[in-house]
């Protein structure tokens, strides 16, 4: 069965970086992509990035662009958001989701309903 387990949320001042992980497990194969959604309090959920864990595309929503960074460890089945220059307005629940390795190589990173979705990690960019 597939698990998804998100770390390494916290509290951060503005400014400063944190690193998420989203280690995954019961994958058959490599022919998969994980996306990072977040939903802050009162909004709706937005996505992040999203990383083909065969190929390593990536794509990131303009809001994140140079400051977040996804990327993977094959061997680990983890995949990573550093994210640097935090932002008050980045404080929420981050997610990682399973989606298809076509929504990311056509730059949707939407998941379905059958895909899996881990339980969050809680990051609080504050001072």
């Known amino acids: 069965q597939v698990q998804l387990v998100e770390s390494g949320g916290g509290l951060v001042q503005p400014g400063g970086s944190l690193r998420l992980s989203c280690a995954a497990s019961?994958?058959?194969?490599?022919?998969?992509?994980i996306a990072w959604f977040r939903q802050a309090p009162g909004k709706e959920r937005e996505g992040v990035s999203c990383?083909?864990?065969?190929?390593?595309?990536?794509h990131y929503a303009d809001s994140v662009k140079d400051r977040f960074t996804i990327s993977k460890d094959n061997a680990k089945n983890t995949v990573y958001l550093e994210m640097n220059s935090l932002e008050p307005e980045d404080t929420a629940v981050y997610y990682c989701?399973?989606?298809?390795?076509?929504?990311?190589?056509?730059?949707?990173?939407?998941?379905?309903?059958?895909?899996?979705w881990g339980q969050g990690t809680r990051v609080t960019v504050s001072e």
């Open positions: 989701v399973s989606i298809g390795e076509g929504t990311v190589l056509t730059g949707t990173c939407t998941p379905d309903p059958n895909d899996y």
């Open positions: 019961g994958f058959t194969s490599d022919h998969y992509g």
């Open positions: 990383i083909s864990v065969s190929d390593g595309s990536t």
